[in-house]
């Protein structure tokens, strides 16, 4: 019997915030009048897109709500900062900018204070809050995001700290406001949660368990945004192949895509995250036929050793990721792969970690994402007694670094000469004279466009053609052609 449950999706939720907004806006609309300009709001994001995603749904209520952003926090009447608790230095970090904005508060003190996100939904965090920033107006978690209006509202009267946590993960509210920085590409939540209880992992207990979006919001959310110019999508959730388990429909994560190819508009679609003991033949087999699906994967193999995946209840070995590789590459020749990796798990010997670095070697990532194992409360991995010396963690995660590094730059030189389809991100933030953007493998590109060829036109969200004329390990330089 599944014991999964089903996500409500809550219409009646999404109307009273909408009032709600409706409310703070016809004040704010009357302080415009007066003062002659807009309040103004800035948003810290910490962690993963999971939070950059939600971070866009308060930008967007917040200027449904008549505020408008800054980049300056010191101006800002709404500040927000949502927290990531994955690593303990993102805890660290936190107490050290919430500590630096008491001052900027005393500076202004109608400035509403607001801390949200993963580590909110733990306690001992919560706890440290109240006692010691009492300048904080106002903390809420990863569930209740929707709510962020009325508790908005309820906190410029309050005089304490304003704590709502909901610790059900039951109901999706859709039609929130999203405020995208970016227009040609957009990340879209597909699903929300994560069952899987890595032993290392605090996920499961910050985000709650798997809920699936329906697809007809999905579908509509993506046709909207292709309408307003989107050409790339990335959907996200922590585990996408699990997309539709706990739908009545009956959809997996393959058939989304397939829906989501159909989108007229969209160019390109990527995904993350994806399990490796979930990735199935059937997405290998939709990710080729599906034109508009990157030649990318993203899938984290976390430890080479089979008894350290096996305690980190991975649920896969070693030689199961390695075949699931090789389909892979099999079935999308010049596919690029990227992973994330832990080096000083409970109990890792050098024995166990020269496996980790065998991966490395043998798969060829384009690129990898490696960690240093941290402690996280809560979690069984925390409870094991055999825990690794800093500084030995430390040695082993050099040697990982130093080895993806080359492997980074020898597959990148295979770029040398190449005509590269990118999509134009804007131009480059260091060099202004040049674009920047990304091949469909996921490649930075930064690239001279003569002003011969494309006139004075912004080529910011524009499909191009780049040959490449200089490789590095974490970008490539080329030249923008004409067919
Ligand atoms: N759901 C995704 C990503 C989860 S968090 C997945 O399963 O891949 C992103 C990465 O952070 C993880 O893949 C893991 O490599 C790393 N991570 C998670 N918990 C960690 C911990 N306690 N210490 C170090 N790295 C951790
Ligand atoms: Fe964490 Fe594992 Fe879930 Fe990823 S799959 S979020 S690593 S518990
Ligand atoms: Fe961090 Fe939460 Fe993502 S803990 S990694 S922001 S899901």
């Not at 950059?52 to 709404?78: I, W």
């Not at 204070?113 to 006692?131: D, L, R, S, T, Y």
């Not at 990335?234 to 429909?249: C, M, P």
């Amino acid at each position: 019997m599944s014991e999964r449950k089903i996500a409500v999706v809550d219409p009646a939720e999404r109307d009273r915030q909408k009032l709600i907004m409706q409310r703070i806006k016809e004040n704010n609309d009357i302080d415009y009048q007066r003062i002659g300009k807009n309040k103004l709001f800035h948003i810290l994001t910490f962690g993963c897109q999971q939070n950059s995603s939600d971070s866009e749904k308060l930008k967007g209520m917040l200027a449904h709500m008549g505020y408008d952003e800054t980049a300056k926090k010191a101006d800002a009447d709404v500040v927000i900062i949502n927290t990531c608790c994955v690593r303990e230095n993102a805890e660290l970090k936190l107490y050290g900018n919430i500590g630096a904005l008491k001052q900027l508060k005393a500076d202004k003190p109608g400035m509403i204070i607001a801390v949200c996100g993963c580590m909110m939904e733990q306690e001992h965090a919560v706890n440290a809050i109240k006692k010691k920033y009492k300048h904080v107006d106002l903390v809420f978690g990863t569930h209740n995001l929707y709510k962020f209006p009325e508790l908005l509202e309820r906190s410029m009267n309050e005089q304490y700290t304003l704590i709502d946590i909901m610790n059900t993960d039951g109901i999706i509210v859709e039609d929130i406001p999203v405020k995208r920085d970016e227009k040609h590409k957009a990340w879209v939540t597909i699903m929300y949660g994560c069952n899987n209880f890595c032993s290392y992992c605090i996920v499961p207990y910050v985000r709650g368990r798997e809920r699936s979006r329906n697809p007809e919001d999905v579908l509509k959310e993506i046709e909207a945004l292709a309408a307003d110019g989107c050409k790339e999508v990335t959907l996200l959730g922590q585990n996408v192949n699990s997309y539709g388990k706990d739908l009545e429909a009956d959809i997996d994560f393959a058939d989304l895509i397939k829906l989501v190819n159909n989108i007229e508009g969209i160019e390109r679609i990527r995904f993350m995250t994806s399990h490796p003991k979930d990735i199935s033949d059937k997405l290998i087999d939709t990710m080729k036929e599906c034109k508009k699906v990157c030649e990318q994967l993203h899938l984290p193999f976390q430890a080479g050793s089979n008894r350290i995946l096996n305690a980190m209840n991975r649920k896969y070995t070693k030689e199961e990721y390695l075949a699931k590789i090789e389909r892979v590459k099999k079935t999308i020749p010049g596919i690029a792969l990227s992973t994330d990796v832990i080096v000083g798990f409970p109990s890792e010997t050098d024995e166990d970690f020269n496996e980790t670095l065998e991966i490395i070697r043998e798969v060829e990532f384009d690129q990898a994402f490696m960690f240093i194992y941290s402690k996280r409360q809560g979690t069984p991995a925390a409870e094991m007694t055999e825990q690794v010396e800093e500084d030995h963690k430390h040695k082993n995660f050099e040697r990982l670094v130093a080895l993806q590094n080359d492997v980074s730059r020898k597959i990148n030189d295979d770029y040398s000469g190449k005509l590269v389809e990118v999509l134009v991100d804007g131009p480059s933030k260091k060099d202004k004279t040049k674009y920047t953007g990304r091949t469909r493998t996921g490649k930075v590109v930064n690239f001279i466009a003569s002003k011969d060829i494309y006139g004075e036109d912004d080529l910011t969200g524009q499909l191009v053609d780049v040959r490449i004329n200089e490789v590095h390990s974490w970008f490539l330089n080329g030249e923008m052609i004409t067919n």
